[in-house]
Nanobody
């Protein structure tokens, strides 16, 4: 079981910036997903513990993911926010490989609401 503690989020005007952070209790691949109103959860960005990054096209050039391995913490810096970025953002951590299912276990934070509105 990977425990996740998120912080950040809130209300910001279009063009503004916010930073989300998420701390895990162990070192693993981490990232952020979001669920926009009326839509399914979607990938925002992930970063492995070796620094390999994957970023959704919709946020490239505006959002930056980074991590501090010494603290098992991942950050999402969101710049030039747009109203369509309004969503609940969920921290994600990859758990151990489950032989029974043939998949890695997924762990999720409680979610942080980001609202972009004037």
């Amino acid at each position: 079981q990977v425990q996740l503690v998120e912080s950040g989020g809130g209300l910001v005007q279009p063009g503004g910036s916010l930073r989300l952070s998420c701390r895990a209790d162990e070192r693993t691949l981490m990232g952020w997903y979001r669920r926009r109103p009326g839509k399914q959860r979607e990938l925002v960005a992930t970063i492995s513990d070796s620094g390999r990054i994957n970023v959704a096209d919709s946020v490239k050039g505006r959002f930056t993911i980074s991590r501090r391995n010494a603290e098992n913490t991942v950050y999402l810096q969101m710049n030039n926010l747009k109203p369509e970025d309004t969503a609940t953002y969920y921290c994600y951590a990859q758990g151990p490989f489950d032989i029974a299912t043939g998949m890695f276990k997924d762990f999720w934070g409680k979610g942080s609401l980001v609202t972009v509105s004037s």
